[in-house]
């Protein structure tokens, strides 16, 4: 099962049976699916720790550099991240547009590379002016 796509054990068993009746090999048995599940589950799940506020709530947070790697290992999600802050001058509608990134932040709290249109500059690196 999927985390966010839970089936009942009835359907669990529903398709096992489809499984073996269609001539499936290997079909496990409940009980043996339902321990590689868990096992899995506590080998590549990202853990939250359970927490409780000073009004009784409870509440979970999740490590973020489990969650930060995941996102790197992830195929489908790494070409998507946005690493680097990107002056936009007449617009603003990413956090990596922000000018507080771009100009406000001291130079060595930030990535060290800066994305201006398609150019992507090194902070601090040398460079030559058109003018000479």
């Known amino acids: 099962n999927l985390p966010r796509l839970w089936l009942s054990d009835s359907q669990m068993r529903a398709i096992m049976w489809v499984m073996k009746e269609i001539g499936g090999r290997d079909v496990p048995s409940l ?11 506590k080998t590549t799940a990202i853990s939250s720790t359970k927490y ?27 070409p998507h991240l946005q690493l680097y802050p990107e002056d936009t001058p007449n617009r603003m ?6 000018a507080k ?11 060290p ?11 601090n690196e040398l460079a030559r002016c058109h003018d000479g």
């Not at 009980?31 to 589950?41: A, F, I, S």
């Not at 994305?115 to 902070?123: D, E, L, P, Q, R």
């Open 101 to 111: 990134m771009c100009k406000e932040i001291q130079v060595d709290q930030l990535s």
């Open 31 to 41: 009980d043996t699916l339902c321990q590689v599940q868990e096992k899995l589950r």
């Open 52 to 78: 409780k506020s000073a009004q009784g709530n409870i509440f979970y947070v999740n490590d973020i550099k489990q969650q930060i790697a995941e996102d790197f290992s992830n195929p489908l999600i790494r």
């Open 113 to 123: 590379i800066v994305a201006v249109g398609s150019k992507h500059f090194y902070i």
């Open 93 to 98: 509608s990413e956090t990596w547009h922000a």
